[in-house]
C-alpha cells in the first residue's frame, strides 16, 4: 500500500471549515484513499472514501487531485466535538484481507 | 443496528499471565480485524479473521493469536503477558472486500 504524509496537527476555528490535506504520491491506480478519525481514548471512525471522484457524505467532504498524489479531507463546519486525530490511508483490494496501515495521522484542535 | 462490543473495557494483569479478549462484530459483518494501538508504536495491525480462517496477519510474536467462531464473533489471547503488552486493544468489523471497518471500544490492558 502506498505510504501518506500528513501534517502533525493542526488548529481550526470552530463554525469555520477545517481542510486536513494528504500526500500520496505514490498511489497506485487501484488503490483507494481512506479517512478515519479517532477521538481520544476511542475507537477509530471510518469517515470517508474514494478513488478519484470526489465525494461527500454526511460528514465531510474528500477531494481527490486529478492526478490523485494527494487529497484533502473537508470538514465544512467543524465543531468542537470533531477535535481528534484524522488518518489518511491508502489501500487497495489486492491480495484479500482488510488489513488498515494507520499512519501517524493530524491532530485536528477545533477551537473557540 | 448495534455496533462492535468488547470484553471486557478494562483489564489489569500481570507479567506472565495469559489474557483473552472478546469482540462481537456488527450483524452481518463476517470479517474482523485486531489492532494495537500503543503511544510509541500507534496502531498496528495484529490480524484478520474471515469466515473462521485467519486471512492477514501482522509482525507479531506467536504469543498473540486468535480465533473466529461461526457466528462471526472473535477472540484474541495474548500468552506469557510482558510489560510492552499494555496498550488499547482495538476490534473491527467490515463486510468482505472493503476497508471501510468499524471499530469497537477496545480493550484496555495493562500489565504489571
Known amino acids: 500500500d502506498a505510504k501518506t504524509t500528513q501534517p502533525p496537527s493542526m488548529d481550526c476555528a470552530e463554525g469555520r471549515a477545517a481542510n486536513l490535506p494528504c500526500n500520496h504520491s505514490?498511489?497506485?491506480?487501484?488503490?483507494?484513499v481512506y479517512w478515519y478519525r479517532q477521538i481520544h481514548s476511542q475507537g477509530p471512525q471510518y469517515i470517508i472514501h474514494?478513488?478519484?471522484n470526489n465525494e461527500t457524505n454526511e460528514m465531510a467532504s474528500l477531494i481527490i487531485t486529478e492526478d490523485r498524489k494527494s487529497s484533502t479531507l473537508i470538514l465544512p463546519h467543524a465543531t468542537l466535538r470533531d477535535t481528534a486525530v484524522y488518518y489518511c490511508?491508502?489501500?487497495?483490494?489486492?491480495?484479500?484481507?482488510?488489513?488498515?496501515?494507520f499512519g501517524t495521522g493530524t491532530q485536528l484542535k477545533v477551537e473557540l | 443496528k448495534a455496533g462492535v462490543t468488547q470484553t471486557p473495557r478494562y483489564l489489569i494483569k500481570t507479567r506472565g499471565q495469559q489474557v483473552t479478549l472478546s469482540c462481537s462484530p456488527i450483524?452481518?459483518?463476517?470479517?474482523v480485524s485486531w489492532y494495537q494501538q500503543t503511544p510509541g508504536q500507534g496502531l498496528q495491525f495484529l490480524f484478520e479473521?474471515?469466515?473462521?480462517?485467519?486471512?492477514n496477519k501482522g509482525n507479531f510474536p506467536g504469543r498473540f493469536s486468535g480465533r473466529q467462531f461461526s457466528n462471526s464473533r472473535s477472540e484474541m489471547n495474548v500468552s506469557t503477558l510482558e510489560l510492552g503488552d499494555s496498550a488499547l486493544y482495538l476490534c473491527?468489523?467490515?463486510?468482505?472486500?472493503?476497508?471501510?471497518?468499524?471499530f469497537g471500544p477496545g480493550t484496555r490492558l495493562t500489565v504489571t
Open positions: 473491527a468489523s467490515s463486510l468482505d472486500r472493503t476497508y471501510e471497518q468499524y
Open positions: 505514490t498511489i497506485s491506480g487501484n488503490e483507494y
Open positions: 474514494g478513488l478519484k
Open positions: 490511508i491508502v489501500a487497495g483490494l489486492t491480495g484479500g484481507g482488510n488489513k488498515l496501515t
Open positions: 450483524s452481518g459483518h463476517r470479517s
Open positions: 479473521y474471515f469466515s473462521e480462517t485467519q486471512r
